[in-house]
């Protein structure tokens, strides 16, 4: 195969064919070089000779400016999204049918629009006049938030071309549909094209665009995942059908910290921000109960205080059930391994339940401690002092391992009138009973001390 040669004049940037000794276009003589192709490969496939522009280089050493960002006004939604909205940024925003996400974005988009930007609501999946009965009941009809209806994806770029708005929530992506993809909407192909289409449209035209995503029965975002690395900001709204609590939690930021939470509760006037969501959490926890204990945990970084609670009771033959809501079931299995192999706490014929309260879910490995705690406490009928909050993490060797901002959980459980901590054994701080931020302060160094400090239990009293 002959090889793909290019001829360039080193002059102009004329091409030609082949060499020869003046260039026809500008007319110098012997600027004609022999340019290899950029690609080598299948001839439908691979980029060629074809050359294009030279992009702009700079080093690490620049200091760029800081992207200007436009508050809402919501201090829980300005929190999740790093400071507020970036200007040309993509935001992806999934959650369980129902949960009240067009309900947030519509709120969101009033608050905004009345701060100065130029909103647009375009919905896929209800017609004008279900937004504007949702307006109504909101009282958000007198914000300046223009509204349609459409699914044509070539018509709405065409829309926002012209309208040049600061901001565009489109709800939601699934819905959306290209006239150059032949495939239904909602399918892997529209929805990576229409994503696609509408995040490079958002960075070239200086638009923040925000698209709602369906999730899956796994609780994770429909469509391709390629989805997620295009946007700039993935956040998932949680939260339980039968609790009026929701959680809004950034998984992915490119302008601030994930795992970053914001909470609202659900009210016959739309969502309300929760300012102290650990005092909303355990507003319900007045007297000590069995299997009930308070795990102080950090979201994001804010720390949260809230209420994990155990049931152990005799099971079927043959039937065990272990259920979990709110925290990782693999973890719970380790647990209890631990229990049982090092601490000799068995719980075999037993039903474990385990839950935390408020329709939160947590993820950090901290809860390890507590969680144990409220085992032990609910398979031995045994209170916890109601005003101690329990934080560290477990290992294999049941050691208790410390856990990241120690200080912070302290702080915040010691602001909610707690008088005492159960916590892992600090570096460089001598174990026993101390006083911090106004707490008795209890440090453990492995999982059988804790078991027989708190519990009392000997290990020939733990079968």
Known sequence: MAKDLNYVCTECGATHSKWSGRCDACGAWNTI????????????KAIGAHRGRKVTLTDLASTPEAPPRTMSGVAELDRVLGGGLVAASALLVGGDPGIGKSTLLLQAAARFGRNGLKVIYVTGEESAAQVQMRAQRLGLTDSPVTLAAETNLRDILTTLDVERPDLVIIDSIQTMWSDKVEAAPGSVSQVRTAAHELTTFAKTRNIAVIMVGHVTKEGTLAGPRVVEHMVDCVLYFEGERGHQFRILRAHKNRFGPADEIGVFEMTGKGLAEVKNPSALFLSERDTATPGSVVFAGIEGTRPILCEIQALVS?????????????????RLAMILAVLESRCCVSFAGLDVYLNVAGGLRIGEPAADLAVAAALISAREDAALPVDCAIFGEISLSGAVRPVAQTENRLKEAAKLGFTQAILPQRPKRRAGTETAAGLDLREMRDLPGFVDTVFGLAPGERE
Do not use: Y
Not at 33 to 44: D, M, Y
Not at 319 to 329: A, F, I, K, L, M
């Open 33 to 44: 070089q022999e340019e290899a192709p950029l690609t080598t490969g299948p001839g439908a």
């Open 314 to 330: 005799p099971a079927q033959p043959g039937q065990t059930r272990r259920s979990v809501v709110g925290w990782d079931g693999g």
